[in-house]
């Protein structure tokens, strides 16, 4: 992993949740990360549904942002579970000699060559691995918080090309909810769709989904759902007849690291949220 990463914000957090970013540039201040926008970044041709219409297009166009960043010495560091599964996807794919050299034929019309060198990482991926400086910088202990923890789909499958946590029993969620005062009152053990991603094909399935979701996170008593996952954010904030209130990682981090809720952003929940 490098010390300098280029930040991959992907299309979903600029464009209809900024309170997000804001409070992942918090947290990676805070936590003394070196960052920088990833030069050039277009969408990462996400994997629900632009992808299957186009799959070349899709490899093509992660392999360039990819290269981008090796050919500068950094990694990529991604806020969305999407984002993240996507170039990791394309990432594991590229390891094949032909498909590298059939996706660089390509690039080359833009000066440009891909050699596999550099990582794609999550924000929950990095803290997972910086509980005590995540401790040092807890000057607000989140104790009001009883989080049920959803994970979403694309942060543990397919296994093969993710590594931030166990496909079966995740727990590094709850670890960094609880490194930050917060009760853990439910976490899936095969964690389940939001129900989002077929949104588009039947609003009746997506809300059934939700709603089951829903119903176990009441029944544990959560005053909060935690996820990493912009996706599921959108689902749980915005879709739910009666609303448990939703949190992105980042936020919780935040708030415990000092940041208001004014200064992040938080009234913009459609699901208000007491802090």
């Known amino acids: 992993m490098s010390d300098e990463f280029y930040l991959f ?23 003394g990360m070196t960052y920088e926008n990833l ?12 992808r299957s219409l186009a799959l070349d297009t899709w490899l093509v166009t992660a392999a360039r942002m990819l290269a981008i960043a090796e050919n500068d ?9 999407g984002c993240y599964v996507s170039l990791r996807e394309a990432r594991h794919i590229l390891e094949s000699r032909e498909e590298r050299d059939r996706v660089n034929s390509v690039l080359d019309e833009i000066g440009i060559e891909y050699n596999g060198t550099a990582d794609v990482l999550h924000l929950c991926g990095i803290t997972k691995d910086m509980e005590k400086k995540v401790r040092s910088c807890v000057v607000r202990p989140q104790e009001s918080f009883r989080v049920a923890v959803h994970p979403g789909c694309h942060i543990v499958r397919p296994s093969t090309v993710t590594d931030i946590d166990s496909r079966f029993s995740p727990h590094v969620i709850s670890d960094i909810a609880k490194w930050v005062g917060s009760e853990v009152v439910y976490s899936e ?7 989002g991603g077929i949104a588009g094909t039947s609003d009746d399935i997506s809300s059934r989904v939700l709603e089951e979701a829903l119903a176990e996170f009441r029944r544990a008593g959560a005053n909060s759902i935690l996820t990493p996952c912009p996706f599921c954010f959108v689902q749980f904030d915005v879709k739910q007849k009666e609303g448990i209130p939703v949190l992105y990682l980042s936020e919780l981090l935040a708030l415990a690291f000092g940041a208001t809720p ?3 952003g938080m009234r913009y929940h459609r699901t208000k949220i007491i802090v």
């Open 189 to 195: 053990d095969w964690p389940k769709c939001c129900g």
């Open 73 to 81: 010495g950094r990694d990529i560091l991604t806020l969305c579970n």
């Open 39 to 50: 030069p050039g970044a277009t969408c990462c041709v996400e994997p629900i549904g632009l």
């Open 9 to 31: 914000r992907g299309c979903l957090i600029p464009t209809r949740l900024p309170f997000l970013e804001r409070s992942s540039l918090f947290v990676l201040d805070k936590l």
């Open 262 to 264: 004014e200064s992040i």
